[in-house]
């Protein structure tokens, strides 16, 4: 694995967490009682693009049924 190959994998990892991190906070404000089963589900995804999405869908929706949705 070249230099640049190692540092884009290190970043991905750092956004993995941080996104993972904003869900759980989000999670915690707004669907407290949620946040066990929510956050079993996304600690399995290593998916940028889902965990954005699902980080999005967090703090704009009022019902925590669409991010359960989001991770079947």
């Known amino acids: 694995m070249t230099l640049a190959e190692n540092l884009r994998k290190e ?3 750092k956004g993995i967490r941080g996104l993972k991190e ?3 906070k989000g999670m915690a404000v707004k669907f ?3 946040i066990a089963s929510v ?3 996304v600690n399995k995804i290593n998916d940028l693009d ?3 999405e699902i980080t999005k869908t967090t ?4 019902d925590s049924s669409e991010i359960l949705a989001l991770l079947k």
């Open 11 to 13: 970043d991905e990892e």
């Open 22 to 24: 904003a869900i759980e």
């Open 32 to 34: 407290p009682g949620d």
């Open 39 to 41: 956050m079993a589900e």
């Open 50 to 52: 889902a965990l954005v």
């Open 59 to 62: 703090y704009t929706t009022n």
